[in-house]
Each structure stands twice: as C-alpha cells, then as structure tokens.
C-alpha cells in the first residue's frame, strides 16, 4: 500500500514520547500499528494516535523513525508480510524486521474508548510550560491540580498558577509533564482513571500518563504556607530591570555551590541592584540602576540561585521582596501566576 512518508512520520514522532529504553517491561521501545490506530507504552506514559494507515505490526519506534526521515520519495510503497515490512521508496528498499507485541495487553487495560472527556481550562497548557521546573530531584516533583489551582514545587521555590476553570485533582511526574509540553498539539479534553490521566488533542491523539499519590502532596500545606507570603504594605516592591538577564549570565559563571544551588549574591539598595558572587576561582560583580528607584531607603542582601531567577523574569519581572525572621523570599506575581522563591543562606 502506499504511505504519505511525512504523515506517517509526524504520527511516528508522536508516539515515540510514549516509548522508552528501559527493559523492565518488554516491548516500551516499540511502536504497534493497527488498522486504526499506531499505540506505545512504557509503564509511565502511553500515546495512541487514533488515525491509522491500513498497517499493522509492532516494529521499533527508532529504527522505524530513522528510516522514514532518510527516504527522500513523499510517498512509500509499504507491504505488510508474515514477519516484517517490505519498505520501498523510489530505489531504495528495505525489509523491517516485525517484533513481538509486548504491549497491546497493557494499552488495553487503559479502556481508551470508554473514557469519560472533560473540557480543558484553555489556558492548561499554557500554565504547565509556565511553571513546570526542569531537573526537579524533589519527591513532590510534577504537575499537581486541584479545582483551579495548578502547583509545581522542588526544594526551594513554588509555582501557584490559577487556571480558568476548575479540574478534578490530579498529580502527575515531571517525565509525563514534559513529554505533554513535547505534543506540540492543542489538547482539547482530559479524563480520570484511578490510575492514569488522559489527555486529548484536537487531531485525535491521546497521552496518558500515570498518576501519582494524590494524598502525598501536601497541598493544603502549601496553600496555607504561600498564603502567609501575601503580599503586605511593609514589603518591597519593584520591577528587574530587562538587562537583568544578561548581567546573572556573566557573574553566574562564578556561581557559588551551595547545597547544590548555584547561588549568587543580590544586594538591593534604593537606587541600584548589585549582583555578585565570590569562589576560590575568583570574585565578580556587576551593578544595575533600578528603572525606577524604590520609594524607601534599604538595604537587603541575600543569596538566590541564579538559574531559578533567570527563569523567574522571563514569567514577570514585577517582583516583592518578604522578609521573614528565618527566611527571605522572592516573589514574583502577575494576574494568574505567582512564584516564590526561598533565598539561600550564606550571604
């Protein structure tokens, strides 16, 4: 039969980020394609395509993908045998050898045709690439929502973003959320199992992915904690100015390791913000003029990763500062998103 080469790469490519390389369960490096449908798995996320090309089989995701981007035709001659794929595109022809489906029983498991769609806030999405934290190593890593709050957390800062409509509560790890961000589809409607989260896109492709714990995140506790970080009339407010990121470029690559943070040293004072930082390698230091100086005199100094803050000002730039008796925080806040951020002691 013949196959639009880039349609089934596009689809290909999709359920890849549902394939793994991990050998625990066998056959998560495989992609299986149905009459109607092309599936993968891997134990923490799945994705199905429900859009088929007439093939059927299961052959590795990989080899598969690297073939299709090196046949130059748009259209391939596919000839599905007893154990493999005679693959032809103008001269060049190829036989893919067929795996074993490992998979299909766990997929089926997933009872995709009977799930129960909700909408989607509109702005889902939009909050997940806002607040999601790469390289999270902390044990309430991922996306946890609950009625319109969605929360993201590692050791030392928390996003508290409120979506447009409420969602029924769910937690999910950071690999399921930032394969979600790679869809690079509108996703329309979710659904709940007692184990997994669905998602699907306009053009029909669903992603799942496994739930966490719901009664291990201690979401009531953080609520109550970043709620006593409102801001107050005896907080510090103002706005980085734009070359900010730039200036945390250079005295960054001087950063200080402090319990695995890369910390530098920010000085506010009424007119201007110094940053700067010292190691064993050397000392450095650049100084800004507020846009606009704050209205009182001060002086605070504190310690703040410069790669969590770099992150910060491209979200909001408008920023307060609170001062705790055993603490500093960094807020950074607009309309429907807020992040806090703890300094780090050493300053």
Wanted: one cysteine or more; glycine letters at 4%; aromatic letters at 8%.
């Amino acid at each position: 039969m013949k196959v639009n080469r880039n349609e089934l790469l596009n689809i290909t490519e999709k359920v890849m980020l549902g394939t793994s390389d991990n050998a625990y369960i066998d056959g998560v490096d495989n992609l299986v394609f149905t009459e109607d449908s092309v599936h993968s798995y891997n134990d923490s996320i799945s994705v199905s395509v429900l859009t088929g090309f007439g093939l059927s089989g299961c052959v590795n995701a990989k080899d598969f993908n690297k073939l299709l981007q090196k046949l130059s035709t748009e259209e391939i001659e596919v000839e599905v045998a007893e154990d493999l794929w005679n693959v032809e595109s103008g001269r060049t022809k190829a036989k893919l050898k067929l795996k074993q489906d490992s998979i299909t029983d766990y997929i089926s498991e997933l009872n995709l045709q009977e799930l129960d769609w909700k909408e989607l806030p509109v702005d889902f999405m939009s909050a997940v690439n806002l607040c999601k934290i790469a390289s999270n190593s902390s044990s309430k890593r991922g996306v946890f929502v609950s009625g319109s709050d969605l929360i993201t957390t590692d050791q030392i800062r928390i996003n508290l973003y409120k979506l447009s409509a409420e969602m029924e509560q769910f937690w999910i790890d950071d690999v399921g959320v930032f394969g979600l961000a790679k869809l690079n589809e509108p996703i329309e409607k979710y659904a709940l199992t007692e184990n997994w989260v669905h998602f699907i896109s306009k053009n029909n492709t669903i992603f799942t992915i496994k739930r966490n714990n719901d009664e291990l995140y201690p979401k009531d506790k953080i609520i109550e904690w970043t709620g006593n970080l409102a801001k107050s009339d005896d907080d510090e407010e103002n706005q980085l100015p734009k070359s900010i990121t730039q200036t945390l470029d250079r005295v960054g690559v001087l950063s200080k390791d402090i319990d695995g943070f890369q910390a530098v040293k920010l000085q506010l004072q009424q007119k201007s913000l110094t940053v700067s930082s010292e190691t064993d390698s050397g000392i450095i230091e650049e100084s800004l003029d507020w846009d606009t100086p704050f209205k009182n005199e001060l002086d605070i100094s504190f310690m703040i990763d410069f790669t969590f803050l770099k992150e910060a000002v491209t979200k909001s730039q408008c920023f307060y500062i609170k001062n705790q008796s055993d603490n500093c925080f960094v807020v950074f806040q607009n309309d429907k998103h807020n992040q806090f951020i703890s300094t780090i002691g050493g300053a």
